[in-house]
Each structure stands twice: as C-alpha cells, then as structure tokens.
C-alpha cells in the first residue's frame, strides 16, 4: 500500500496483515486535513504506531478525542482499575506506580463484555524492558480472521451470539484471562451478548468478534460438547502468528489501535525491568 502525506504528517502502511505508522510531530499544531488523514488510516490501517515521540498525558487525551469521547465504566461494571482510573490509566507492574499489569495477555479485544465495548485506545509507553526482556504487544486483524475462518465454522457461527466472563468482576482479577476454574466462570457470566460476527460502524465491514473472553455461544445451551469444541477451534483460529503485527517497544512509542475488528495479548516479561503504559479508552457503541 501506498504512503499518504500532508503537510505535517504521512502514514506508512507495513509490510503485514495490518498497522500503519505515523510520521510527523504530534505536538505541532495539526490541521484538520492532518487530522482527519490519521483518523482516517486507523479505519484503514487498524493500529496506529507513531515512533518514539515523548508525550505528555494532555497529548494522549487529545489524540484520543479526535475518535470519540472517552469510555467511562458504567456503575456496577467493575473495568481494569475501576477505582484507581482517572481520565488517564497507568499500568505498571510496580504497584506504586499504577494498575498491576505484570503477566502476560492471551488474546483479547477490550472490554468485551461490556454493553458498549471500547472504540478503541491510545497507549503510550512511558517506561519499558530492553526488547530482548519480552513485553511485546501484538495486534491481530479480525477481518482477515473472518475472511479465513472455515465455512464449517463460519456456519456454526453466523447469525448468533457470544457471552463470557468478565476478569475484572472477581477470581481471575491479577491472574489473568487463564479461566482457572469452571467454577469461576459459571459464576461470573454477566448479562451481555455480542454477535460474533460484527459490522464495523464505519467502514461497513465485516469482522470476527471472538477473544478469550467468550465461554458461551447462542444456540449450544443443550450442546456443550460441540460448544467447548467449537469455542477451541475459534481460540486456534483467532490466535495464528500470520495474523498479528507484533510490537517491540521503545520507550516513547504511541499506538492507537481500533478495538472494533482487532485482538490484541501480550508477551510475559522480565520483572526485573520496569514497565509502565498509559492508556486513554475511547467510547464505543453496541455491536451490531
Ligand atoms: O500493556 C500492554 O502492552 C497492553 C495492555 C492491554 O491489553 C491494554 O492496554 O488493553
Ligand atoms: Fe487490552
């Protein structure tokens, strides 16, 4: 694909299955025109990565704002850092410092089992272990995993819904998305249902909308045999390597992901090295 620029700014599509990145300083006064080139490559492009910009929390809050307004748990739906979250959250795996954030992420779109999941995110690293200690973050294009899924599959699927567990609402908090107990899930079902394949409200396209979070799939209640079966081919499927682009941090890079038609997981890494993110969430709409 090709490079698009403007004055200030130019978008550079990689050489994979999705991401862009963006040149230009994101502190100089931005046009409009410039503007509206970087909102418009996150619909294309589906992650945004702009290299090693040093920026203040009031920088990420405004990139953030060109999308949409900024998601605000709903009371009772207990989030990632619900009672520490101010308009920025920071996760750092020392504790001091922000949101315990220290294992690894297996596959995940944000929030999904919210009402209104996240639009999408802007994350920036503040601190972060040498390339070689882990800690990458990968971001996986669940358009192309619709495209790809097995008719087979495809036909279990279309037209129903999934339901899930949400982490943050009790055991699983701090052990990550493992679903150690049965017995954990089956309490933790909340009341939401997403179609699992979803239309993305702006560019009219189709994706899979499946992550580590669905236990339950519309239509298998008498069936959990061939639902477990079905939910572990989806879980092989979603989470192959051609998929993903795969970010090595440096200090001060900034991503802006649309969490509409990617997952995204991170690798584990050393805790000998300090690692600290910022992230603004941007408001989404209900699934359809
Ligand atoms: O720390 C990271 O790299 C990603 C964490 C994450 O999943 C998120 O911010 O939504
Ligand atoms: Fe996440």
């Known amino acids: 694909m090709s490079t698009t620029t403007t004055d200030r700014i130019s978008i550079h599509p990689f050489d994979g299955p999705l991401g862009a990145?963006?040149?230009?300083?994101?502190?100089?006064?931005?046009?409009?025109?410039?503007?509206?080139?970087?909102?418009?490559?996150?619909?294309?492009?589906?992650?945004?990565?702009?290299?090693?910009?040093?920026?203040?929390?009031?920088?990420?809050?405004?990139?953030?704002?060109?999308?949409?307004?900024?998601?605000?748990?709903?009371?009772?739906?207990?989030?990632?850092?619900?009672?520490?979250?101010g308009a920025v959250t920071v996760l750092s795996n020392r504790d001091e410092k922000g949101v315990g954030s220290r294992i690894a992420l297996p596959f995940h779109t944000d929030f999904q089992f919210m009402p209104h999941p996240l639009k999408g995110a802007v994350l920036h690293a503040v601190d972060v272990p040498p390339q070689s200690a882990g800690g990458d973050t990968l971001w996986s294009n669940m358009y192309q995993a619709l495209e790809e899924l097995p008719a087979d599959l495809r036909?279990?699927?279309?037209?129903?819904?999934g339901t899930g567990i949400n982490p943050y609402a009790g055991g699983l908090q701090g052990a990550g998305f493992t679903g150690e107990t049965q017995k954990y899930i089956d309490d933790v079902i909340p009341d939401f249902w997403h179609p699992l394949v979803r239309t993305h409200p702006e560019t009219g396209r189709q994706s899979l909308y499946f992550s580590m979070f669905i236990h339950h799939i519309e239509g298998y209640e008498d069936r959990p045999d061939e639902e477990l079966e079905l939910l572990q081919a989806l879980r092989a499927h979603v989470d192959q390597d051609h998929l993903y682009y795969r970010h090595k941090w440096s200090a001060a890079d900034t991503i802006i992901w649309d969490n509409m038609c990617t997952n995204h997981k991170r690798d584990d890494f050393d805790q000998a090295f300090d690692r600290e993110v910022h992230r603004v969430q941007i408001a989404g709409t209900k699934p359809f």
Do not use: C, Y
């Open 21 to 85: 990145e963006v040149r230009g300083s994101m502190s100089s006064n931005l046009s409009g025109v410039d503007t509206f080139t970087i909102v418009e490559a996150l619909r294309l492009h589906q992650v945004l990565v702009i290299k090693e910009q040093p920026m203040s929390d009031e920088t990420l809050l405004e990139i953030a704002s060109w999308f949409g307004p900024q998601f605000v748990a709903p009371d009772g739906i207990p989030v990632l850092g619900t009672d520490e979250q």
């Open 155 to 161: 036909a279990a699927i279309e037209g129903r819904r």
